[in-house]
């Protein structure tokens, strides 16, 4: 028992620790990146591939899409597919993710703009989302913040480093001094 203990409250610190902070997305969806765009997109590319597997690979378009994935309303990859549509469960929530290089100056950028549909049952279609919705789980945001920070990683050699980094939040103003 004293095993299992140990093991849940284990588990419970990795699920605490485990992912980046907000600062550190923060930092890699704003990074810039200088270099080569052709080693840039080989390092975007395998680290993607260390997550998903890709669809679509485009070194001239500095572009590519991972295969869809359906997901439950809890995060849990959902059975069925594109092919197998009616075996996707109710409200699961389909997510391709695409990401490019895109200039920036002399710089450059790199973005993951996921495509999500939820499939409706008795619709033959999903309905799209976009993923500012507020009902989009938070799950299928963390998806996209965490593939952007993988990126991020595997690109620090490129990273254009600026100055400070993000700016510190304003510090609070000084109480008033108490009138005499």
Not at 103 to 119: K, L
């Amino acid at each position: 028992m004293r095993n299992l203990s140990l093991s849940l409250a284990t588990l419970c610190l990795i699920a605490a620790c485990g992912g980046p902070s907000n600062k550190d997305i923060a930092m890699a969806k704003q990074a810039r990146y200088t270099g080569d765009k052709i080693a840039i997109f080989n390092s975007v590319k395998t680290a993607v591939e260390s997550k998903y597997k890709l669809d679509k690979s485009d070194e001239t378009a500095l572009g590519m899409q991972t295969k869809p994935r359906w997901y439950t309303q809890d995060g849990i990859l959902a059975p069925g597919s594109d092919e197998s549509y009616r075996e996707v469960p109710d409200r699961a929530i389909r997510v391709v993710h695409v990401v490019r290089m895109l200039p920036d100056g002399d710089a450059w950028i790199v973005q993951d703009e996921p495509v999500m549909m939820r499939r409706i049952a008795g619709s033959p279609q999903p309905e799209k989302l976009d993923p500012k919705d507020p009902s989009v789980p938070g799950w299928a945001t963390g998806q996209v913040d965490e593939l952007q920070f993988e990126i991020y990683k595997a690109l620090k050699q490129y990273e254009v480093k600026s100055p400070g980094g993000i700016a510190p939040a304003p510090a609070p103003a000084p109480a008033p001094a108490p009138a005499p």
